[in-house]
């Protein structure tokens, strides 16, 4: 997910896909060996997010099409592996951006509360009850996992005047 502060200066490892490329269509594959190959992607996945910057990038936006992501909402790096949505409750509307879908953010309403489980780095099981923006950066992360973006959230006008941006902008298509 995007964050509002400006970019630092170092260099992203990694390319992050946009809209338009099928690895952000695609449902991602389980983490199957949490090893040291998975903590280096995971290294390279936190720098490309802080030189975005972004809150929060998932695997498929920079090519990986696996159960994985990262985050940090001030606290520190975290990464979550094969991460869960068990329970999800109430409702809470966010303007929500997406670096996938650079320059362009919408009002969604989703659930406010909701409970992540899967594993860190350690291989340990992790379990969070997260609300807010923390709540909202999980179900945004987890639909990348799913291939799914913001603007499938929109309906009727809205959606189709944001497919046309999109369309406009990622694809070249007017
Ligand atoms: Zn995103």
Same mark, same amino acid.
């Given at each position: 997910?995007?964050?509002?502060?400006?970019?630092?200066?170092?260099?992203?490892?990694?390319?992050?896909?946009?809209?338009?490329?099928?690895?952000?269509?695609?449902?991602?594959? @389980?983490?199957?060996?949490?090893?040291?190959?998975?903590?280096?992607?995971?290294?390279?996945?936190?720098?490309?997010?802080?030189?975005?910057?972004?809150?929060?990038?998932?695997?498929?936006?920079?090519?990986?099409?696996?159960?994985?992501?990262?985050?940090?909402?001030?606290?520190?790096?975290?990464?979550?592996? @094969?991460?869960?949505?068990?329970?999800?409750?109430?409702?809470?509307?966010?303007?929500?951006?997406?670096?996938?879908?650079?320059?362009?953010?919408?009002?969604?309403?989703?659930?406010?509360?909701?409970?992540?489980?899967?594993?860190?780095?350690?291989?340990?099981?992790?379990?969070?009850?997260?609300?807010?923006?923390?709540?909202?950066?999980?179900?945004?992360?987890?639909?990348?996992?799913?291939?799914?973006?913001?603007?499938?959230?929109?309906?009727?006008?809205?959606?189709?005047?944001?497919?046309?941006?999109?369309?406009?902008?990622?694809?070249?298509?007017?």
């Amino acid at each position: 997910m995007r964050g509002r502060s400006t970019s630092s200066e170092e260099p992203a490892p990694f390319d992050i896909r946009v809209f338009g490329d099928p690895v952000l269509r695609s449902r991602a594959a @389980n983490v199957e060996n949490v090893d040291g190959a998975l903590v280096a992607v995971v290294d390279d996945m936190l720098a490309t997010m802080y030189a975005e910057p972004g809150l929060g990038l998932a695997a498929p936006q920079v090519g990986i099409s696996k159960r994985l992501f990262v985050y940090d909402l001030g606290d520190g790096p975290n990464a979550i592996v @094969n991460p869960v949505i068990s329970e999800s409750r109430g409702e809470w509307t966010y303007e929500e951006g997406c670096l996938s879908v650079p320059g362009l953010h919408w009002e969604i309403i989703r659930p406010k509360e909701v409970h992540l489980t899967g594993f860190d780095l350690d291989g340990n099981e992790v379990s969070i009850e997260a609300d807010e923006l923390e709540a909202r950066l999980f179900q945004h992360e987890l639909d990348h996992l799913e291939g799914r973006l913001l603007i499938d959230h929109l309906e009727g006008d809205i959606r189709k005047a944001a497919m046309r941006t999109v369309r406009e902008q990622f694809l070249g298509l007017l």
